[in-house]
C-alpha cells in the first residue's frame, strides 16, 4: 500500500527558505520507473507543478520558479524534500507531495499547509 | 500548454449525464488526465492517456478527445460526485487547468 505524508514548519517568513519533507511507503525511489512530484494549492485555487525527482536522480522544476526550487530525495529512508528560497506571501499555499508514474499523480500525500507571513 | 476547462461551474441532478471541457493551447498528443478533488481532499487521479480508467474509479467516468480537446464525462452523476474536476497535460510542461467545480442541483 502506497501512502506519503508531507512535514513542513506550517508558517514562515517572508524572503526565507521554506523546507519541506515527504516521508513515504509502499515503494522506493530507486525502482525503475517511479517519481516524487511536489504540487502546491493556493487556498480556493488551481493546483501547480513544482518539481519532480526520479529514481535515477533526474530532477525536472517548474521553470516559472525554477531557480528557487531545490528538491532531493533520501532513498535508503523513503524520504524526498523539497526547498523553495526567498518565499513570499505567493508561496502561501497546502503543498502535496505524490506518487509519479509516467508523469502522473496516482498517489498522494493528505498535503501540509504553508502561510507565509511577517 | 495553457488549459481552459469549461464551464467553470456545472449543476446538474442526480442520474444526468455530465460533461467537462477541456482545451489545450497547443496539440497535447492524448497527454491529458483527470483529476477529482472533493471539499478539503487531495486531488485523486480519475482518467490518464485521455481514456484510460485508472484502477478503482467507477465505470461511469470516461474520457475522450484528441489534438487541442479532451472530454470527462460522467454517465449517470452520483451525489458522490460533487468535487471540483482539474484536467492536467503532460505533453509539453506539465500543467493543470483551472478546474470545473461540480454541483447537484
Known amino acids: 500500500q502506497v501512502t506519503l505524508k508531507e512535514s513542513g514548519p506550517g508558517i514562515l517568513q517572508p524572503s526565507h527558505t521554506l523546507s519541506l519533507t515527504c516521508s513515504f511507503s509502499?515503494?522506493?525511489?530507486?525502482?525503475?520507473?517511479?517519481?516524487v512530484s511536489w504540487i502546491r494549492q493556493p487556498s480556493g485555487k488551481g493546483l501547480e507543478w513544482l518539481a519532480s525527482i526520479w529514481w535515477n536522480g533526474n530532477t525536472y522544476n517548474n521553470p516559472s520558479l525554477k531557480s528557487r526550487l531545490t528538491v532531493s530525495k533520501d532513498t535508503s529512508n523513503n524520504q524526498a524534500f523539497l526547498k523553495v528560497t526567498s518565499v513570499d506571501t505567493a508561496d502561501t499555499a497546502t503543498y502535496y507531495c505524490?506518487?509519479?508514474?509516467?508523469?502522473?499523480?496516482?498517489?498522494w500525500g493528505q498535503g501540509v499547509m504553508v502561510t507565509v507571513s511577517s | 500548454i495553457q488549459l481552459t476547462q469549461s464551464p467553470s461551474l456545472l449543476s446538474a441532478s442526480v442520474g444526468d449525464r455530465v460533461t467537462l471541457s477541456c482545451k489545450g493551447s497547443q496539440n497535447i498528443n492524448n497527454y491529458l488526465a483527470w483529476y477529482q478533488q472533493k471539499l478539503g481532499e487531495a486531488p485523486k487521479l480519475l482518467i490518464y492517456?485521455?481514456?484510460s480508467l485508472q484502477t478503482g474509479i467507477p465505470s461511469r467516468f470516461s474520457g475522450s478527445g484528441s489534438g487541442t480537446d479532451y472530454t470527462l464525462t460522467i454517465s449517470s452523476l452520483q451525489p458522490e460526485d460533487v468535487a471540483t474536476y482539474f484536467c492536467y497535460q503532460y505533453n509539453n510542461g506539465l500543467t493543470f487547468g483551472s478546474g470545473t467545480k461540480l454541483e447537484i442541483k
Open positions: 509502499g515503494f522506493s525511489l530507486s525502482t525503475y520507473g517511479m517519481g
Open positions: 505524490a506518487h509519479t508514474f509516467y508523469n502522473n499523480y496516482d498517489y
Open positions: 492517456n485521455t481514456n
